[in-house]
């Protein structure tokens, strides 16, 4: 049953993947979560330890899930709202995201967590486009607080790599595969991002927008975290447009910016 508490499936659909996207904890049982490993994107794994939770999602507003959005995700958020968190509960928990064929992530290819839970993450130095790409597409869908290194090239082959180009692909591509991400607006942007990595601009018209937009912070930030700062803007227009605004012309007035 709707309350002002919670959101459907399809609605919390359309923020998962922006910047208005809540931060999305499954408080699954161990035995739910092993029967189906898989989460919604961008969501946190957390048992259901209330009092040792609280104080880590301050000033975010929350989505939890449960297997079924019932006793744990609605005891979890009240008592996260009686912190003060702004906390509502999946309706239908992961079952209904699920069933809807909404997508979720295999976490299979899970790199190992620092300390403090986040997952580490390291590629070359002095990004252009698929280094500032897949940094975006983790933080976004992956892992929200995911840790970006950006390192010499001779630092990154210690640390253990599994996503690389393969054959034509960019690892944005393969990252989309492993992942189960492979939605339309994300197929997209890939496109866009392979033609503008590879030299390959016949891809997508979009490709050379991309690439000179991706060259253009490239020389204007010396610091690759403040660059990736700046990227994760640019693709979050590009994403909007992949999802949103294909068909849609230059015309006045323009459209309100809605979820």
């Given amino acids: 049953m709707s309350s002002i508490y919670s959101i459907t499936p399809q609605n919390l659909s359309r923020l998962v993947g922006t910047p208005k996207a809540p931060l999305i904890i499954d408080v699954r ?3 739910d979560y092993a029967a189906d490993p898989r989460l919604i994107p961008g969501s946190l794994r957390r048992s ?3 009092a040792e939770s609280a104080h880590e999602f301050e000033d975010r507003p929350l989505t939890i899930v449960c297997h079924k959005g019932a006793k744990i995700s609605q005891g979890y958020a009240a008592y996260l709202r009686n912190e003060g968190a702004s906390a509502e509960v999946l309706e239908g928990g992961f079952v209904a995201w699920r069933d809807a064929g909404l997508p979720l992530i ?3 290819h899970f790199p190992k967590r620092d300390d403090r839970n986040r997952t580490l993450w390291v590629t070359r130095e002095r ?3 698929d280094r500032i790409a897949c940094p975006w597409l983790i933080r976004r869908f992956i892992d929200p607080n995911a840790v970006i290194l950006f390192v010499r090239p001779s630092e990154v082959i210690p640390v253990g790599v599994f996503f690389a180009h393969r054959g034509e692909l ?3 591509d393969v990252m989309l595969q ?3 991400l492979q939605t339309g607006p994300l197929l997209r942007l890939a496109d866009m991002v ?9 891809l997508s018209p979009q490709a050379a ?3 000179a937009a991706s060259l253009g912070l490239s020389r204007m930030y010396s610091d690759d975290l403040e660059q990736l700062e700046a990227g994760i803007l640019l693709y979050d227009a590009f994403y909007r447009w992949c999802r949103d605004a294909t068909e849609e012309t230059h015309n006045w007035p323009s459209h309100k910016a809605k979820n």
Avoid: I, Y
């Fill in 106 to 108: 295999s976490t299979g």
């Fill in 29 to 31: 049982t161990e035995e």
């Fill in 170 to 172: 960019c690892t944005f």
């Fill in 127 to 129: 990004p252009k486009v």
């Fill in 209 to 211: 927008g991309l690439l």
């Fill in 194 to 202: 392979r033609g503008a990595d590879t030299s390959r601009l016949d």
């Fill in 48 to 50: 259901a330890a209330l």
């Fill in 178 to 180: 492993e992942f189960g």
